[in-house]
């Protein structure tokens, strides 16, 4: 095709034909200016292509995330709500008048001490954040997105402080003979009174009550925290569907 261009150009070069060639040569650049429009639109089509069938990856782990998120996290606030209900229980208990401190360290010792280690699926999202294919999203979803992010984070900072600190004074108390060590005395009444673990029972229930006081605290704030993330998860769960339906 070029040897064919080539070949016009010298025959009417040869015949002097100079306003022929000029129209020609214009003609040739206007045909390779439309080819170069036309390669640029076929690779930015291609692009275009590409980025749409990324994002649509995107947004089928997302989904994934979703539903998987949404059922751990259905079941930590199951858990934290019941470990609320065992503080709950031992504060109602304080209704009823002249109890005495064997009753009181009874139902204190039923008040549940561990918690849920919370751990959130951030893959896909901290994939789309490192490598920049957030703006792929659109608007509504990045923010959504964004959003969630914060949030986990709010509970991540949460647990790590409040928790630690909770840790800290459930050792305490546990130094100071109350709880499991405790019962495994039960039997061994001349070991225990050896060791007058009883002396310090008032200061190990002081320091229980207030690492339960903290452990509830966290406990509420996070089961809310939990419930915001349970939205953001429902609404970016609809605006993903929709996006793909607009497709």
Known sequence: MIKFFRKIRYELMERNKTGKYLKYAIGEIILVVIGILIAL????????????????????QLLIDIDKDTTVIANYIFRIKKSISTYESYLNMFKTPDLSSEEIIVKLKE???????????????????????????????????????????????????NDAEYLRMLMNARQLGFGTYNSRLDNQPKHAEFLKLSENNREAIIILEAAFRLKNFSETSRVDLLKRILTYLETLKIKITKAQQRV
């Open 41 to 60: 639109s076929l690779n930015n089509l291609n692009e275009l292509r590409k980025q749409e069938q990324t994002k649509q990856s995107y947004f089928n």
């Open 111 to 161: 008040v549940e001490v561990s918690f849920p280690v919370l751990r959130f699926n951030t893959n896909t999202s901290e994939v789309l954040i490192s490598t920049g294919d957030i703006k792929l999203m659109p608007a509504e979803i990045r923010n959504v997105l964004m959003d969630l992010k914060r949030t986990k984070i709010l509970i991540s900072d949460l647990q790590i402080q």
